[in-house]
């Protein structure tokens, strides 16, 4: 049986953002059991419809990756309760038809969402919110388990590297129950 491939996204273009070490940590979490890659879409311009067709390279690049894996795991930070613009930004452009004989990537997509933030909520605002904008695209989202990484900034080393000391069985969890709901 071929492996199953995970796309993930994190919503921080910051060098030592938190939920890009999230993102790690899951890679880890999920080994060899699946290919998880993390998709580069710092690239991707500005929803403007004037530049929609033929989409940008970008564009075309992260839908592709994105229409291939078998499920899309989120991890993102919360921006004033709240999902960060650029997250928005790319799921408009997701959200768009390829083209007149193709839908757009996300519908029926099995999607996983995590975030870690500084605040004691975790981003848990910011992930009902997206799970409200996934389910209007029609994308197939994980609702259990969900994980929330509160502050962030306490669960790290001396160097400030996420070390998850409480969440790690959590995001563990999460891995098992991702591969499952993918396979489902
Ligand atoms: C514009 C902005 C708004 C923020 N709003 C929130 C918030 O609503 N809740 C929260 O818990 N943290 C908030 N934070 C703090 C983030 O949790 C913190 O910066 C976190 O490290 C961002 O994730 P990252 O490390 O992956 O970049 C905000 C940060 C920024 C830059």
Redesign the pocket.
């Known amino acids: 049986m071929e492996q199953k491939r995970i796309a993930a996204i994190v919503g921080?273009l910051?060098k030592d953002?938190?939920?890009?070490q999230l993102a790690l940590a899951a890679k880890e979490a999920i080994g060899d059991r699946a290919i998880f890659e993390i998709i580069d879409f710092s690239d991707v311009p500005m929803m403007n419809q004037d530049i929609e067709y033929p989409a940008p390279e970008s564009v075309r690049r992260v839908r592709e990756q994105i229409k291939i894996a078998d499920g899309v795991w989120i991890f993102s930070?919360?921006?004033?309760?709240s999902y960060p613009g650029l997250l928005k930004n790319l799921i408009d452009w997701l959200s768009r038809p390829i083209s007149k004989e193709e839908r757009q990537v996300l519908s029926k997509k099995p999607i996983a969402i995590s975030g870690?933030?500084?605040?004691m909520?975790g981003?848990v605002t910011a992930q009902d919110l997206l799970v409200m904008l996934l389910s209007m695209l029609n994308a197939r989202v994980m609702n259990f388990p969900r994980l929330r990484v509160p502050n962030?900034q306490e669960q790290t080393d001396e160097e400030g590297h996420l070390k998850l000391t409480t969440s790690l069985p959590y995001l563990q969890k999460q891995a098992d129950a991702f591969l499952k709901f993918i396979g489902e």
């Open positions: 921080s910051r953002s938190f939920n890009r930070p919360e921006y004033n309760h870690a933030s500084n605040g909520g981003t962030a």
